[in-house]
């Protein structure tokens, strides 16, 4: 649309600042293209599809007291969802460009798919917000178990993994509703929010802003900071709060991606990532 198309530009001229440096901030909607579906779009999201798994509620699934009562869900779903044969996506590699051009100051997930690193994104300018599914530990002793063993369990069904110390449940270590966040989450957020200056830009991108408390982050960007939100419709704090300021692009993150990178004169490099 006009809007986008508008949006494109005005973003791309701050991106062209050459102090700009960029945080991203994202969620399950850029990974929907490469395959895995994202929590909470109506029809195609995971909260829609999970009758078969007999949950009381959907997002039980990832209750951590609902999960030491009955793992049996969580490593059902384990199995579909373990980082498998997915690609990254163009929004993916569109952040790892920003890394290439020395414009990325950090990316905070929320997802566990770590798709991130398969682009390319260094450990340093990572923040995996939610954790991934890389480790795994016991949930009571919080010894850490071996990865294979657990990538073994789910793929060949069997019973769920016991701890061999203290016969706790295995988990990965994925943000469970009801635990904290790593504390790299807090301490990162912590120095990155203080350093927002005029030449930073915040692009929020394929999230619904309702899990706190990573969706208090676009909240608590200072004002002199600008926002963009790239996703399918208006959310968060940039639907009920928006800034002037704010650059609001309405569509699929990989189209915005590549306009964007269009407009950067990035297309070729962006196309060699993607191939
Ligand atoms: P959601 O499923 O809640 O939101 C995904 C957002 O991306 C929605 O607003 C979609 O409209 C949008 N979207 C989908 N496809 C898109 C596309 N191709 N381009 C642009 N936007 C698109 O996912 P999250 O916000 O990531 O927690 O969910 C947050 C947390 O809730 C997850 O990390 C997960 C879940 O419970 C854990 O796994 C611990
Ligand atoms: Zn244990």
Known sequence: TEKNATSIKRLAKLV???NAKVIFMVGAGISTSCGIPDFRSPGTGLY?????LNLPF?????DIDFFEKNPEPFYTLAKELY????????????MRL???KGKLHRVYTQNIDTLERAAGILPDNLVEAHGSFAKNHCIKCHKVFVQEIFEQAINEDKEFLKCV????????????FGENLPSLFFSSWDDDCAKLGEDHIVIVAGTSLAVYPFASLPTEVPKIT?????????????KNNPRKSDVI???????????????????????ILTN
């Open 16 to 18: 062209k600042n050459p």
């Open 48 to 52: 829609d599809n999970l009758a078969k």
């Open 58 to 62: 959907a997002e039980a699934v990832f």
């Open 83 to 94: 980082p498998g044969n997915y690609e990254p996506s163009n929004f993916h590699y569109l």
């Open 98 to 100: 920003f890394q290439d």
């Open 165 to 176: 110390h203290c016969n706790g449940l295995i988990k990965p270590q994925i943000v469970f």
């Open 226 to 238: 600008n926002r963009s939100l790239i996703n399918l419709q208006r959310v968060g704090d940039f």
């Open 249 to 271: 692009y309405l569509g699929s993150s990989d189209h915005a991606a590549e306009q964007l990178a269009a407009e950067l004169g990035w297309l070729d490099d962006l196309k």
